[in-house]
């Protein structure tokens, strides 16, 4: 069975730094993975995805995340924080590999930007 | 990117009153749709899987007398929370798969049962 797990459910940084979310994660298949952020009473919205092919995926809004088998991690990446990050991120595994299993999400970390 | 919607996005009722929840695939067909709990400050836990033309799946623990899911058409499901009670006070979003590798959220509903 697939399982996620985030690192620290709250992460603090300054303006302008850089914003590390960690993501590891258990599979039996070869995963799928994900990174949402929701805005408070929002739903959720795809950051990114890695599928298969190049293991550093880039999504929207500056984030990156690098898929390292190995380490069996998908850690979530900006180089610069902005005010607007700050939000509620989810990293999620697709259940059976593929876009039809249903998700299975971490609990999810808070970001909080500073000025 | 593809759309989901949901109606209502915030409902508040009363104590054993039902209430129906729509998601709808705005621009794409979906033969399956996922519907999520997600209490305050909590991940979103999947509470079933909606399949058009047939039954729903339920996760193991959630009543499916209770949460009753219709998916009628190839762009429409619906869950109703039946004889609602305020412990079923949650946020529901409700997600559909496209034919890639992405599922598209729903805005989701606040439901406040007093």
Request: positive net charge; contains cysteine; aromatic residues 12%.
């Amino acid at each position: 069975a697939q399982s996620v797990t985030q690192l620290g459910s709250h992460v603090s940084v300054s303006e302008g730094a850089l914003v590390l979310l960690r993501c590891n994660y258990s599979s039996s298949v070869p995963p799928y993975l994900f990174w949402y952020v929701q805005y408070p009473n929002q739903g959720l919205q795809l950051l990114l995805k890695y599928t298969t092919g190049a293991t550093l995926v880039k999504g929207i809004n500056g984030f990156e995340a690098e898929f390292k088998k190995s380490e069996t991690s998908f850690h979530l990446t900006k180089p610069s924080a902005h005010m607007s990050d700050a939000a509620e991120y989810f990293c999620a595994v697709s259940e059976y590999g593929g876009s039809q299993g249903n998700l299975i999400f971490g609990k999810g970390t808070k970001l909080s930007v500073k000025p | 990117g593809a759309v989901v919607s949901q109606h209502p996005s915030r409902v508040i009722c009363k104590s054993g009153t039902s209430v129906k929840i729509e998601c709808r695939s705005l621009d794409f067909q979906a033969t399956t749709m996922f519907w999520y709990r997600q209490f305050p400050k909590q991940s979103l836990m999947l509470m079933a899987t909606s399949n058009e033309g047939s039954k729903a799946t339920y996760e193991q623990g959630v009543e499916k007398d209770k949460f009753l899911i219709n998916h009628a058409s190839l762009t429409l499901s619906t869950l109703t929370v039946t004889s609602a009670h305020p412990e079923d006070s949650s946020f529901y979003i409700c997600s559909a798969p496209d034919r890639g590798y992405e599922q598209f959220f729903g805005p989701g509903t606040r439901l406040t049962v007093l």
